[in-house]
């Protein structure tokens, strides 16, 4: 029986012992995840100020000019400030305003 026991509790020593000797079975494993990414493609809807923005700039400084130049001198105030005001109006749309396109990623 003393026989028995010895052997038992060598072997749960040397059990013990190993279990604490080798790593850990689940650090020894490399998991790689992957992720899968989806492109969403959405179509960005213009509105009528974005499509026109231009024409609408030029029209509105024409209608401000020729405004002020009726006031100012009747209907040949009125011619020349819608000229002025058309010139000027494409002066600022194509030369002079600052075009940054800033684009956004969806």
Same mark, same amino acid.
């Given at each position: ?63 401000? &000019? %020729? !405004? $002020? +130049?009726? =006031? @100012? /001198?009747?209907?040949? &105030? %009125? !011619? $020349? +400030?819608? =000229? @002025? /005001?058309?010139?000027? &109006? %494409? ?16």
């Amino acid at each position: 029986m003393k026989r028995v026991l010895s052997i038992f509790l060598l072997n749960l020593l040397i059990v013990g012992t190993l279990a604490f000797a080798t790593e850990p079975t689940a650090s020894a494993q490399t998991v790689t995840r992957t992720t899968v990414v989806r492109t969403r493609y959405r179509r960005h809807r213009r509105t009528f100020w974005q499509k026109h923005r231009d024409k609408l700039t030029v029209a509105g400084t024409t209608l401000g &000019g %020729a !405004a $002020i +130049g009726g =006031l @100012a /001198g009747g209907k040949k &105030g %009125a !011619a $020349i +400030g819608s =000229l @002025a /005001g058309a010139g000027s &109006g %494409a002066l600022y749309t194509y030369k002079i305003r600052k075009r940054h396109r800033h684009y956004r990623r969806y």
